[in-house]
Nanobody
Framework: QVQPVESGGGLVQAGGSLTLSCEASGRTFSVAPMGWFRQALGKEREFVAAITWRSGNRYYADSVKGRFTISRDNAKNTVYLQMHSLKPEDTALYYC?????????????????WGQGTQVTVSS
């Protein structure tokens, strides 16, 4: 079992940068695919980025491609989301999630364990 805990959210001006961290307890972290999702007020939770454990393949939503980078440090049980060139439409509650493999990483249905979320607010 993996329990993710997010941190690093905050208020930033448009064009700025933030790095989110997700520390996941549990001895199976190093084999778990990890993902970031976000949910804005009144909207559904949407995929942002994901990274596999074996090959380190990375996947991004079109809306963040070229601006966000996902990475992981298995020694620290931590996944990162570096966010650059932030836009007001990036404002949302960002969630970290851990899966057990064998399912799509682009949908919330592909994950079993979720953090509580960290708020990112981008002012214009």
């Amino acid at each position: 079992q993996v329990q993710p805990v997010e941190s690093g959210g905050g208020l930033v001006q448009a064009g700025g940068s933030l790095t989110l961290s997700c520390e996941a307890s549990g001895r199976t972290f190093s084999v778990a695919p990890m993902g970031w999702f976000r949910q804005a007020l009144g909207k559904e939770r949407e995929f942002v980025a994901a990274i596999t454990w074996r090959s380190g393949n990375r996947y991004y939503a079109d809306s963040v491609k070229g601006r966000f980078t996902i990475s992981r440090d298995n020694a620290k049980n931590t996944v990162y989301l570096q966010m650059h060139s932030l836009k007001p439409e990036d404002t949302a509650l960002y969630y970290c999630a851990a899966g057990t493999g064998g399912r799509t990483l682009l949908s919330p249905l592909g994950y079993d364990y979720w953090g509580q979320g960290t708020q990112v607010t981008v002012s214009s």
